[in-house]
């Protein structure tokens, strides 16, 4: 059997079914169709461009079909799980409804949020030399230590971003053209920033960005200016992948990368040159990839299953340091790697190969129950904080950018929680202090009673 012609049917069918589920849920679209979309699209669409780019004539077509149909159960099943829960929480995570809170959400907290996000960036850029992500390797080189309260609050930026960019968004749809072009604008700005981090986050923008024209649209989708919308949408990503492709070096952190890119070709040439993009997806492992050298060697293993081993190390990792100052980071690829003894790699990590490798087919339990309880635990906090859209936008954003990225680890799950704890900590502590303090008369900034919804 032709591993290759299997892996571009099987993924051309995923990609099917994924814009047949669209045009059935796009008027009730809610953030588990997205997640279990995103789930779709990501495995069909990298799986057909590597079977068109290398040769997969050692990789086993069974097994292949096999690990896709395990991964789309696992979506289904938390799908089919979360759609018995009481409507109010389903209604709750609807994306027409999460839009209309970004659209409420008052513009100067907005604009405060994002213009905290550039004055990281610059401090960023000028005092440790880093522009987007953090190249420990490159930094250990130049002899730079960065402090913990950077490392802390960079990894926020990314989120808060995404933040920013979804209510600018549903804020430009607004009547008035003075008020669509600066949110427009702003738009933009936060995709551009975006953009710096890498391939990747710049498509979950964009990904965004349709499914919010789409559940605006109250016409067919299936119109032409729709379908030119997609279209334009893929060949402006392929030139971003290029230039990106083409950058990244000097994107990543290192005190002369601008006059690195000033000194090369221009961006125009970096934007049409296509050989940097289709070398990274020749060699770079694709996700299936790994579930798959997972699965072959767990099967000659099977024994070793660990348990809970990987979530009980992600839950330590995500502890902070200034609470538990001898705690061990761990590495989970390292561990995993050990673990089912292949060769250590930066592997693309995802939940469906992390729930295989720490519970075996107990999985088809566990990973569909802990997004249950991510989705149920979200939906609560909209549910009882929906007077405070500025809160909610937050929510919304820290956990979309966890949702549509596909490539992540048990331990980006705890940092999820960990992040939202933060963020409802400190609401109720704002909160808190405005309401208690009122009676004693100070006139607090309105700024302050908008960010808490007082």
């Known amino acids: 059997m032709n591993t290759n012609l299997t892996v571009q049917v099987i993924s051309l069918v995923l990609l099917s079914l994924s814009i047949l589920f669209g045009l059935g849920r796009w008027r009730h679209l809610n953030l588990v169709d997205l997640y279990f979309l995103i789930v779709i699209i990501f495995f069909g669409l990298y ?225 049409l040159d296509a050989d940097a993009t289709l070398s990274n997806l020749r060699n770079r492992m694709v996700m299936w990839k790994f579930n798959y050298l997972l699965f072959i060697n767990q099967e000659k293993a099977y024994k070793v299953v660990p348990y809970g081993m990987c979530l009980v190390k992600s839950f330590e990792n995500t502890v902070p340091k200034i609470l538990w100052p001898r705690k061990k980071d761990y590495d989970l690829d390292y561990e995993i790697a050990s673990l089912y003894k292949f060769q250590l790699d930066d592997y693309p990590s995802n939940n469906f190969a992390s729930a295989q490798a720490d519970f075996g087919y107990l999985s088809i339990i566990i990973l569909p129950l802990q997004m249950v309880i991510l989705f149920f635990f979200l939906s609560t906090l909209i549910i009882y904080r929906k007077r405070n859209p500025t809160f909610c936008v937050l929510v919304i954003g820290f956990s979309l950018q966890y949702l549509l990225n596909i490539e992540q680890s048990l331990t980006d799950y705890f940092l999820l929680l960990r992040s939202i704890i933060i963020i409802f900590v400190s609401h109720g502590i704002l909160t808190f202090i405005i309401k208690s303090t009122k009676k004693f008369g100070p006139n607090h900034p309105d700024i302050f009673k908008k960010l808490v919804g007082y």
């Not at 913990?148 to 960019?165: A, N, Q």
């Open 47 to 271: 799986g057909f461009i590597d079977a068109l780019l290398n040769d997969l004539k050692f990789y086993d077509p069974v097994v292949f079909a096999f690990i896709i149909t395990w991964i789309i159960l696992l979506a289904i099943i938390t799908w089919a799980i979360w759609h018995i829960f009481p409507a109010k929480n389903i209604q709750a995570l609807n994306l027409r409804y999460l839009f209309f809170l970004c659209e409420r959400t008052d513009g100067s907290v907005i604009l405060i949020i994002f213009g905290c996000i550039l004055a990281l960036t610059i401090i960023s850029f000028y005092k440790f030399g880093v522009i987007s992500r953090i190249n420990f390797a490159e930094l250990e080189q130049f002899n730079i230590v960065l402090p913990y309260w950077f490392t802390s609050t960079k990894g926020f930026v990314k989120s808060s971003l995404l933040c920013v960019f979804i209510a600018s968004v549903a804020k430009s749809a607004v009547k008035m053209k003075w008020k669509r072009v600066f949110w427009t604008s702003v738009a933009i700005l936060a995709f551009a920033l975006t953009a710096t981090y890498g391939r990747r986050d710049a498509l979950i923008l964009v990904f965004l960005f349709i499914i919010f024209k789409f559940i605006r649209s109250k016409k067919n989708l299936l119109i032409a200016k729709n379908i030119i919308l997609v279209l334009v949408s893929i060949l402006l990503m392929f030139g971003f992948s290029n230039l990106f492709q083409n950058t990244r070096r000097m994107l990543s952190s290192s005190a002369g990368s601008l006059r690195s890119l000033a000194s090369g070709k221009n961006l125009i040439n970096y934007t």
